[in-house]
């Protein structure tokens, strides 16, 4: 079983990628701390450093070096599927899960840890909701491709589990 996780900043990818690994018993992974590895550096630097398309290319490679790979629950960045066909790649790979999570919700996990996030480091507290909000429209044409799709109060382990099982046996 190969499951994406796909979403914006602060939607909680990593949190379920850490909570579904346990209880389906498989390897997880995070796309952005692979990519730190791989440079030797923080995704703030490599956004500094040598700019979003490097970053992007060094994405979807990485990504794409799960082919190999049977089973895990991979955490990707919030915009990986919008760039180089990741997201059709991924849902010919597994199963996509777009954890579309409320903005204000967000904005509250984000707030306290945008410094080191390079989209929004430099971005005044009070506009974070509109960029977050226009962010999500932007890459909306490509979350919703994602096979499930969990907002709001669905976005429980017990219905995430069920609707793998389900897109399993689909």
């Not at 900043?9 to 997880?28: C, E, H, I, N, V």
């Not at 895990?72 to 990986?80: C, K, R, S």
Request: charged content about 35%; some cysteine.
């Amino acid at each position: 079983m190969k499951i994406f996780l796909i979403g914006m900043m602060g939607s909680g990818k990593s949190y379920w990628k850490d909570r579904l690994a346990k209880k389906l018993k498989l390897p997880k992974y995070d796309l952005d701390q692979l990519i730190e590895e791989v440079e030797d550096r923080s995704i703030e630097q490599i956004f500094n450093e040598s700019g979003e398309d490097h970053f992007r290319k060094m994405e979807s490679i990485v990504l794409k070096w799960f082919a190999d790979k049977d089973e895990y629950i991979l955490a990707t960045g919030g915009g990986t599927p919008c760039f180089f066909d990741n997201i059709d790649w991924m849902n010919s790979e597994g199963i996509t899960i777009w954890i579309d999570e409320d903005i204000d919700a967000m904005v509250k996990r984000l707030l306290p840890e945008k410094d080191h996030r390079p989209l929004i480091a430099k971005l005044p507290g009070k506009d974070l909701y509109t960029f977050l909000e226009s962010k999500r429209a932007e890459r909306k044409q490509f979350y919703s491709k994602a096979k499930i799709v969990v907002t709001g109060k669905n976005i429980t382990e017990a219905n995430l589990i069920a609707l793998i099982k389900e897109q399993r046996h689909a």
